[in-house]
């Protein structure tokens, strides 16, 4: 079902919202078409949109989506009898949620995650000596949405985390996301404990406490301040204890879309890094890491279901001092090959991904993939992964990745097979 037909029922909804009201959705400008009629569903609470702040009124709609629509409507009071006929199966299946949730719907929402993992890795040194090990865990995540006003929402997000690797016990249990989240005049604005990436994750991909602020639609202009989370940044597997973190980092981008092209530049300030000695619980200032900038350029080109995307990333740590290599180099680029997705709403559905990775030291900190490229943090890493992903229920998302890297001057190995099962409700 088109979303086109929803905006051409606005009237017939009865919703009373503002003619006034803010227009949340970076894909609908002030001059399209249906711009009041999706201003008004979404300030009453029918339409929500994507996580990304984008509508894709473009997009065709399953009967479950839109039968959501229509008990919201309902919920609303609108008169929307032949439409609830019409959907009357969704509706029933709908039922728990519609009866006992969607009278608080504009208030919480609340959905959640359960991720299964098993990972085998094994290093490889150059010295011919070899060692594996596993991972084996449990994590489930339960997100609460609540809404402030018309403009803003606050998110939280609750963690429960298992290691089974051991068989002891080790569980975990914190609240890691708590954030506002809105626009100001034009501007969008993140601020609190939110996930945050940076290089396309590449660089960075874990929590921050601070703010991020874009504003724009084809050509977006975005800057952030504060603190990443601690992080692990050691060579523990390769012989190393040492552990490095920094205490604020902020930085600024702007990027461009043309068409099935985009661009993005970005410059990334890590400051005041120091070093822990696990074993000697002390700290110590790490002069070679405090002062790391990195600059970086993303160009990415969509072929339909195909994409192919690289990045450039180059640091300015320095390589003459104690902890890094001496003469290490502190450039990289990722390039990256996908086609199609596993959507967790459509059963079937598969995606494939490939990337090469040739990064220098200082253009990784916290990086995105489930292999151990935080073990060369000294010298850089050059490999490859390869994963595949497939629904194989509704919802359920089965993923198999597998990363061969190695150390850029070490020339040690590290091969990680990673196997994941995800349920989203």
């Known amino acids: 079902m088109k979303k086109s037909l929803v905006l051409a029922m606005a009237m017939a909804l009865g919703v009373t919202a503002s003619a006034y009201a803010a227009n949340p959705f970076s894909d609908v400008p002030a001059g399209h078409w249906a711009y009041d009629s999706i201003s008004k569903l979404a300030a009453a609470g029918i339409i929500e949109g994507y996580g990304d702040d984008t509508f894709r009124g473009d997009r065709l709609m399953t009967r479950y989506e839109m039968a959501q629509i229509v008990a919201k409507a309902l919920a609303k009071g609108a008169n929307v009898d032949k439409l609830a006929a019409e959907f009357a199966d969704e509706l029933d299946a709908l039922g728990v949620r519609v009866a006992a949730l969607e009278k608080k719907s504009d208030n919480v929402k609340v959905t959640g995650q359960f991720r299964y993992h098993y990972a085998h890795n094994k290093i490889n040194r150059n010295n011919g000596e070899s060692t594996s090990n596993h991972s084996n865990a449990l994590r489930s995540r339960i997100w609460f949405t609540g809404k402030v006003n018309d403009n803003w929402n606050y998110v939280g997000m609750l963690q429960n985390q298992q290691d089974l690797t051991d068989n002891t016990g080790n569980e975990t249990t914190n609240f890691q996301r708590a954030y506002v989240e809105g626009r100001l005049g034009g501007v969008r604005v993140v601020a609190g404990r939110h996930d945050f990436q940076l290089g396309d994750a590449n660089l960075y991909d874990n929590r921050m406490d601070g703010i991020k602020v874009e504003y724009g639609n084809k050509v977006k202009v975005g800057a952030y301040y504060g603190?990443?989370?601690?992080?692990?940044?050691?060579?523990?597997?390769?012989?190393?204890?040492?552990?490095?973190?920094?205490?604020?980092?902020?930085?600024?981008?702007?990027?461009?879309?043309?068409?099935?092209?985009?661009?993005?530049?970005?410059?990334?300030?890590?400051?005041?890094?120091?070093?822990?000695?696990?074993?000697?619980?002390?700290?110590?200032?790490?002069?070679?890491?405090?002062?790391?900038?990195?600059?970086?350029?993303?160009?990415?080109?969509?072929?339909?279901?195909?994409?192919?995307?690289?990045?450039?990333?180059?640091?300015?740590?320095?390589?003459?001092?104690?902890?890094?290599?001496?003469?290490?180099?502190?450039?990289?680029?990722?390039?990256?090959?996908?086609?199609?997705?596993?959507?967790?709403?459509?059963?079937?559905?598969?995606?494939?991904?490939?990337?090469?990775?040739?990064?220098?030291?200082?253009?990784?900190?916290?990086?995105?993939?489930?292999?151990?490229?935080?073990?060369?943090?000294?010298?850089?890493?050059?490999?490859?992964?390869?994963?595949?992903?497939?629904?194989?229920?509704?919802?359920?998302?089965?993923?198999?990745?597998?990363?061969?890297?190695?150390?850029?001057?070490?020339?040690?190995?590290?091969?990680?097979?990673?196997?994941?099962?995800?349920?989203?409700?």
């Open 227 to 425: 603190k990443p989370t601690d992080h692990e940044l050691s060579n523990g597997d390769l012989g190393d204890d040492i552990t490095v973190k920094y205490d604020r980092f902020f930085g600024a981008n702007v990027g461009a879309e043309i068409g099935k092209f985009s661009l993005n530049v970005a410059y990334d300030k890590f400051k005041d890094a120091y070093k822990y000695d696990k074993d000697a619980k002390a700290t110590d200032y790490s002069n070679d890491l405090d002062d790391n900038g990195v600059f970086s350029v993303q160009a990415k080109y969509n072929f339909g279901k195909a994409a192919l995307d690289a990045i450039f990333l180059k640091s300015n740590v320095d390589t003459d001092k104690g902890y890094i290599n001496n003469g290490a180099s502190t450039k990289g680029l990722v390039v990256t090959a996908s086609y199609g997705g596993a959507e967790a709403a459509k059963v079937g559905s598969w995606g494939l991904v490939g990337k090469y990775y040739n990064q220098g030291v200082g253009t990784f900190v916290a990086h995105t993939m489930n292999g151990n490229a935080q073990d060369f943090i000294k010298e850089g890493f050059k490999g490859y992964s390869l994963a595949g992903y497939v629904t194989v229920a509704k919802n359920m998302v089965a993923g198999l990745e597998w990363y061969d890297l190695k150390g850029k001057e070490s020339k040690d190995k590290e091969k990680t097979l990673w196997s994941q099962l995800v349920v989203s409700f």
